[in-house]
């Protein structure tokens, strides 16, 4: 770490460039996130409205607006732009922003790099997007692309697997600029056991995207050949298995929700020390957990494929293998917990995220475990069931925190407080209706609902009913959390360098003024 | 603010925006050309030319700051550790095919004929008295009759092209570290030579099987992973060297020294990754 100042060209000190080039040819770390978060917060919304045509086709039975086609086409790209639209960017627009920060570095260690991956997320996006106006509808068979069904797209197939492939560069681009900004660009004294929990979670989570994201990108190839050019990858005439695509997409699948997880768990770690004032309980427990779940990780994807007919040994060895990933995961809701315990807390509007967080994770980890056991997987298999456990694990999880941190930092970003009272509107309202829009869809899973249709039998309306009400509410109160963050941005009572109270000990980013200036730590601090 | 010694931060970043134009444009095109329809193919080529002047643009760029000497040793770590990821995830990719060559060789085909208990007992019903073997395309003949690729032949030479050229980069690289010019010229040129010949003779391979052997991307799972695993290490053989070419170019200038030749080692680290993963290739495609 030689670094004794960052080194600028000449013309740098009239600060960033006016209008559309300043964002075009963006390197700063904080230029950058800010478009990250921009783009995942327009992607939440056009991710939500897809939602919403979902439940509002699932209020009664019968085919009330949409037809067939489109509701799968609406499930298909609900979940690709949610999760590859609003959540990846969200989590990598955290990253810029404070890792630097965190780290005490003037930026990012590969600015140029970092500006690519954010506009190859946008021209991935577009194309992805762009498929909804296309001949033949926008891909249609379910945002995990199984063959042969996923074949039969129309013209849209081609523009979704491209898509694909820009997403896959954006992404692993972004998460090596990650590892070599945590690897190299740490101040002098900052050593690994010393770093915040949030980075150590994107670090491992950098390993994951590297790793995984090109094994996404291998499938999908695979699918383009064998509909283009003849391959028999998927089809049996021909010697190939579509069982295959499944076990290299969940090779890719499983630990793509770790991705999207870990930094959930870092930035838990981050907001509840501040808001129990006290330190982390069991820092290194807390690091170990990380890597034993992210090795996990790797050796439990079929858990997805209980039902395709593997050998009894596959299955059996994917069900120890995901149970045992409880393990870890308890010890992080333990220590989470044991923070708390006896600290002086305050519930603003991120801890109040951060604790129902906690809470409702868990319920989703539960259900996790019971669909670990494979023989019982085979009644919840492509039921409701597994869609209510993975939306409490994203939506009352990942998101949630998404929103806590968005409050947490907002005051660093923009220099202005936000509305607590609104604030705390948002959440209540956001938390009774998540779970008005996802307990009952458990129920209906154990009773029997399929996934993925647009239309159900009658014994399924009432529970259907209730939570299309829960999700009508849920998506309308994120208009809060918009109004919340334009007006944070646009003005609101000034806030201080430290913010919330005793931050300082807990992040070097509350050591800065707020907003945080365009150069941060041009000069490495030093570290105790 | 400006330090010689400090982390060089770029204050802009033309390129990237303009490459990645470049290859959406292209990506579009392809996706285009692929559903028959007539923009694709100019949109491939104005993207793809794109892509391709904007590597050219940025890193000469970067040739440029770093002879000004603008890069500090604090840089070249994180260039080296994003080539170290970078050919990583390279590995990864390939790895994906690895796997799915295992697969239908081990697993699948079996199942097909009725063997193990696994899920293919059914087959009998619609293809009858299908053997599992390998090669194979299929219990439908798909692509009709064809010749299995020999590894002693071509496929032979080519693994002593590859393995030469490993050897004969390292002899350049150690000729750069002595200051010697002739060696690490001439190691480069040999090494430029030797890969674009393993490439020539993986044309004329392919020519062979389609041509002669009836071996096409068709032919059933053997042919797709065959020409997936061989055609994707084909094409990352040739942008080594090229990338090569671009060291040979650079060597010549005199850019390089013993102490700062990060671009040399980052290519030479490329080579020997296509050179592995041609090993892993020549031992479970072309010989078992």
């Known amino acids: 770490m030689s670094a004794v ?182 101040a002098p004294g900052m050593g690994l056991m010393k770093m915040p929990m949030f980075v150590w979670t994107w670090l491992i989570t950098g390993f994951l995207l590297i790793a995984v994201m090109p094994v996404f990108a291998g499938a999908v190839t695979m699918l383009l050949t064998d509909r283009f050019f003849e391959t028999s990858f998927f089809d049996a005439a021909g010697g190939g298995d579509p069982v295959l695509y499944q076990h290299i997409f969940w090779f890719f699948g499983h630990p793509e929700v770790y991705i999207l997880i870990l930094p959930t768990f870092g930035l838990a770690s981050t907001i509840i020390p501040v808001f129990a004032r006290k330190p982390l309980f069991g820092y290194h427990s807390m690091v170990y957990a990380t890597v034993g779940i992210a090795f996990l990780s790797f050796i439990v994807w079929a858990h997805h494929m209980f039902t395709v007919g593997m050998p009894i040994a596959g299955n059996l060895f994917f069900m120890y293998s995901t149970m045992l990933v409880a393990v870890p995961t308890g010890v992080k809701v333990f220590n989470w917990i044991a923070t708390m315990w006896k600290g002086a807390m305050t519930f603003e509007a991120p801890m109040l995220f951060t604790v129902a967080f906690v809470v409702l994770f868990t319920i989703g980890g539960f259900t996790g475990v019971m669909m670990a056991i494979a023989p019982l997987d085979a009644q919840y298999h492509d039921t409701y069931f597994i869609v209510a456990h993975f939306h409490y694990v994203l939506v009352p999880g990942a998101v949630f925190m998404i929103m806590a941190a968005t409050y947490y930092w907002l005051p660093k970003w923009t220099g202005h407080r936000y509305d607590e009272k609104l604030a705390k509107i948002h959440f209540w309202l956001s938390v009774i209706s998540v779970n008005v829009l996802f307990f009952p869809q458990h129920f209906l899973g154990l009773a029997g609902m399929p996934r993925r249709i647009p239309d159900y039998a009658v014994q399924f309306a009432d529970f259907n009913m209730i939570s299309s009400v829960g999700g009508f509410l849920f998506g309308f109160s994120q208009l809060i959390f918009l109004y919340i963050i334009i007006t944070t941005i646009r003005g609101g009572k000034k806030a201080t360098g430290e913010v919330w109270e005793g931050a300082k000990k807990h992040g070097l980013e509350w050591t800065l003024p707020s907003p945080a200036p365009y150069h941060t730590f041009v000069k490495p601090p030093k570290i105790k | 603010m400006s330090s010689k010694d400090g982390y060089y931060l770029p204050h802009r970043a033309t390129w990237p925006w303009i490459g990645t134009a470049g290859l959406a444009i292209m990506l579009a095109g392809f996706a285009n050309v692929l559903n028959n329809s007539v923009i694709g193919k100019p949109m491939m080529i104005i993207g793809f030319a794109t892509v391709i002047i904007m590597m050219v643009g940025w890193f000469t760029l970067q040739s440029i700051e770093s002879e000004s000497g603008m890069y500090n040793p604090q840089v070249s770590i994180s260039y080296r550790l994003g080539m170290m990821w970078f050919i990583f995830s390279e590995v990864m990719f390939f790895a994906v095919f690895f796997s799915a060559l295992y697969y239908v060789r081990d697993l699948s085909v079996d199942w097909l004929a009725g063997v193990g208990d696994g899920p293919g007992r059914s087959t009998n019903m619609l293809w009858e008295g299908y053997q599992s073997t390998w090669p194979t395309n299929g219990p439908g003949n798909v692509g009709g009759d064809y010749e299995p690729m020999s590894a002693f032949g071509l496929p032979l030479l080519n693994t002593l092209i590859l393995l030469s050229s490993g050897v004969t980069v390292t002899w350049a690289h150690w000729g750069l570290i002595i200051k010697d010019r002739q060696q690490l010229i001439r190691g480069l040129i040999a090494t430029v030579l030797l890969g674009f010949l393993f490439v020539f003779f993986q044309g004329i391979e392919y020519h062979d099987a389609y041509t002669e052997m009836g071996l096409t991307l068709g032919s059933g799972v053997y042919g797709s992973t065959f020409f997936m695993l061989t055609g994707f290490h084909g094409l990352h053989v040739t942008i080594g060297a090229i990338m090569l070419t671009v060291v040979l170019f650079r060597s010549w200038k005199g850019h390089f020294t013993p102490d700062n030749h990060f671009v040399f080692e980052a290519a030479a680290w490329y080579w020997h990754f296509v050179d592995v993963v041609w090993l892993g290739l020549f031992i479970f495609v072309y010989l078992f």
């Open chain 1, 5 to 186: 100042t960052s080194a600028h060209d000449a013309h740098d000190d009239h600060g960033p460039k006016k209008g559309i080039m300043r964002w075009l040819t963006a390197t700063n770390h904080k230029d950058i996130g800010t478009m990250y978060l921009v783009f995942a917060l327009v992607m939440f919304f056009v991710g939500g409205a897809m939602a919403l045509v979902i439940r509002a086709e699932l209020f009664e039975p019968g085919l009330q607006f949409v037809n067939p086609q489109f509701f799968n086409s609406m499930t298909t790209m609900h979940a690709l732009l949610m999760v590859f639209g609003f959540m990846m960017p969200a989590f990598a627009g955290f990253a810029n922003w404070m890792i630097p920060m965190m780290i005490g570095a003037p930026d990012m260690a590969l600015p140029r790099m970092n500006n690519m991956s954010f506009w190859l997320l946008v021209a991935g996006g577009v194309l992805l997007s762009s498929t909804l106006f296309m001949e033949g509808g926008a891909p249609a068979a379910g945002w995990t692309l199984y063959p042969p069904l996923v074949l039969q797209t129309g013209d849209s197939l081609p523009f979704a697997i491209f898509s694909v492939h820009l997403l896959g560069v954006s992404s692993i681009m972004a998460a090596i600029n990650i590892v070599a900004t945590i690897f190299n660009m740490r």
